[in-house]
């Protein structure tokens, strides 16, 4: 009869620990733990479960047996596939509601993408038209009667604006990079405005300029009235002889103002056979007017007078109750049609 082989036990002296100090100590006390650990794992392991599946006919019961531990291994693994699955319904869930936002919000964006780009079409079609008055301002203030619309033909893509507004071409064709056409309008009239700046400039000199002149060309009416007698030929409506008239006639109420029409300098007051005054007034670049039947005059001789400065007032005709003011403008010793003058109308 075979001897039964006697297992080794290994014992643990605690003082051969409790001589090392505390980390001795703390060393046995871990492999107490471990130890411990091991025998309730064993315990666990030794442990059985029986399953019997009881059938409703006449079959044998089965029995099926498990341990504790491989039991508890099943559950903890089905409770984490429970647990991990919800988790990921649960996002999956989440992001169908994110999609379906995204989808909604998407709808909206080209719904507001579309009103930009008719938005954008409509400020070309706009601007088209800025950019034609200002070429044509820009060729009036250089001399020049049509319009150069290879003001804004400088630099940039060498696409024609209507083709792209008519789509025409497609986005490749713009160029390489496949930009959107509204981008290309966009960009396009950033570029225009640029090259307007230096012919905005022009134009403000020119206009300066013309302001200039304008400030020292008689435009203003002498008087307020109405004109009887044109500048040129007429008839003596008691005479019934032809003249030539140098000027123009205006008829307003007697004591009306007159009032120069430029700034100048008064070079002449003199009295006419009927008792009226006249008055002569130089103006810059060559101007002269002259204003006949005044009665009383708030000027003298030699003194500077500015636009619309008061000149007199209107003398009564002796055989009308109204009063006439005969007005000239000269340009060097030449008189001139007043009635051009007379038509302009400030802003």
Same mark, same amino acid.
Not at 132 to 152: C, I, P, T, V
Not at 174 to 194: A, C, F, G, K
Not at 227 to 254: C, H, L, Q, W
């Given at each position: ?11 643990? @002296? =605690? ?14 006390? /871990? !492999? ?15 442990? %059985? ?30 409770? $984490? ?20 936002? /995204? ?28 950019? $034609? ?6 060729? +009036? ?16 893509? $060498?696409? =024609? ?10 986005? &490749? ?22 090259? $307007? ?9 020119? +206009? ?12 203003? !009416? ?6 009887? *007698? =044109?500048?040129?030929?007429?008839? *003596? ?36 056979? @009927?008792? &009226?005054?006249?008055?002569?007034? %130089? ?5 002269? &007017? +002259? ?8 000027? @003298? ?16 005709? /002796? ?5 006439? +003011? ?8 030449? &008189?001139? #049609? ?7 109308? =400030? #802003?």
């Amino acid at each position: 009869m075979k001897k039964k082989k006697k297992s080794k036990v290994y014992t643990i @002296n =605690p003082t051969n620990y409790s001589s090392k100090g505390i980390v001795g100590q703390i060393s046995y006390k /871990l !492999w107490i733990s471990f130890e411990n650990f091991k025998r309730f794992i064993r315990a666990k392991k030794a442990e %059985r479960l029986t399953l019997m599946l009881v059938p409703h006919n006449d079959a044998k019961a089965k029995n099926f047996h498990i341990s504790n531990f491989t039991f508890s291994i099943i559950i903890i693994v089905f409770t $984490s596939i429970v647990v991990i699955s919800s988790v990921l319904i649960i996002n999956h869930t989440s992001t169908i509601h994110q999609v379906d936002k /995204l989808k909604i919000s998407q709808k909206d964006a080209k719904i507001q993408f579309k009103k930009i780009r008719e938005e954008i079409q409509g400020m070309e079609g706009s601007f088209s038209s800025i950019r $034609s008055r200002l070429s044509h301002l820009y060729a +009036l203030s250089q001399g020049k009667e049509n319009s150069d619309l290879s003001l804004f033909g400088q630099g940039g893509v $060498s696409v =024609p604006i209507e083709s792209v507004k008519n789509n025409e071409i497609t986005e &490749t064709e713009v160029s390489d990079e496949h930009i959107p056409t509204e981008v290309y309008m966009l960009n396009r009239m950033l570029d225009d405005m640029q090259l $307007s700046e230096k012919p905005l400039k022009e134009i403000e000199k020119y +206009l300066q300029k013309r302001s200039k002149i304008i400030q020292n060309t008689p435009t203003l !009416w002498p008087v307020s009235g109405y004109i009887v *007698n =044109p500048y040129g030929y007429i008839r *003596n409506s008691e005479t019934m002889k032809t003249f030539f008239n140098e000027g123009v006639d205006i008829v307003a109420s007697p004591g009306a103002k007159i009032v120069v029409t430029a700034p100048g300098i008064i070079t002449e007051i003199k009295k006419d056979t @009927n008792r &009226t005054l006249t008055v002569r007034v %130089r103006h810059n670049y060559g101007y002269e &007017t +002259l204003y006949k039947g005044l009665d009383r005059i708030l000027v @003298n001789l030699d003194d500077k007078v500015v636009k619309g400065e008061t000149l007199g007032f209107l003398a009564k005709k /002796l055989s009308q109750d109204e009063g006439i +003011l005969h007005y000239r403008i000269y340009v060097g010793i030449d &008189t001139q #049609n007043p009635l051009p003058y007379l038509s302009y109308i =400030p #802003n």
